[in-house]
């Protein structure tokens, strides 16, 4: 309906300024609709009589579909080593990239297209269950896989300390503190100073069965420790 407005006003002599206020369309469009209007040796007329479907093929046709990238057909191929090499540790995708890919295919995709396809491979294979947060509910609360190293810098000593990550899904709010063990007392000591940090309580703490706090593991009634009561 709009491109018919174009048209019509444009047969009834009104400027392109005044077609782009009534039409809420920019100059550009307006301009290259007249353009390719008068390309075609018709009258305004002869246009607005046509179905929409011609007039649609004559004045918005659609672009010519690009080859296809012979790229992207490697890279399928390689698809589903790359996923593997991915779900390796410490893998990102630029390391695979410049590490696998590039070495088998210099020519092909830059990092940022390499990554948009990984991205979009994953989102169409990976069966993932979605889960839905409500803000101020849950605190989810365990250790980092790896261990970190604090360095003095006078004498070179390193001393091995795990990290607490503390989290509050709905908003990602994170909380971290390298603690020098994992024991209760310096565990309560993290998850205090975490509270500190948000300055306020969350409805629900949750872990795996950590050690810390869980006696005796089960699935419906697990055993807390009295620390964790308390």
Known sequence: MKLRRIIQMLSEGYSQNE????????????SGYKKMADGTKLSYRELLL???????AILQ???????????????????????????????????????Y?????????????????????REAHDLSYHNVYIAGEQWQIDFAGDSLWLTNRKS???TKVVVLVCVMPYSELPFL????????????????????????????????NMKQWVTKADRYCPALSDACME
């Not at 077609?19 to 809420?24: A, F, G, L, P």
């Not at 659609?62 to 390689?78: Q, T, V």
């Not at 020519?107 to 491979?121: E, I, L, P, R």
């Not at 503190?177 to 703490?205: C, I, Q, S």
């Open 19 to 30: 077609i782009c206020r009534e039409t809420s369309s920019s100059k550009t469009t307006v």
């Open 50 to 56: 046509m179905e929409d479907s011609e007039l649609e």
């Open 61 to 99: 046709p659609r672009p010519a579909d690009s080859p296809a990238d012979p790229r992207k057909a490697e890279l399928d191929e390689m698809m589903p080593e790359i996923i593997s090499r991915l779900s390796k540790r410490y893998a990102t995708v630029e390391l695979v990239h410049q590490d």
């Open 101 to 121: 890919y590039l070495k088998l295919h210099p020519d092909g995709y830059g990092y940022t297209q390499f990554n948009k396809h990984v991205k979009a491979w």
């Open 156 to 158: 070179g000593e390193l």
């Open 177 to 208: 503190m390298a603690l020098p063990d994992a024991t209760t007392d310096w565990f309560f000591h993290g998850l205090n100073k975490g509270l500190e940090f948000m300055g306020a309580l969350p409805k629900v703490a949750k872990s795996d």
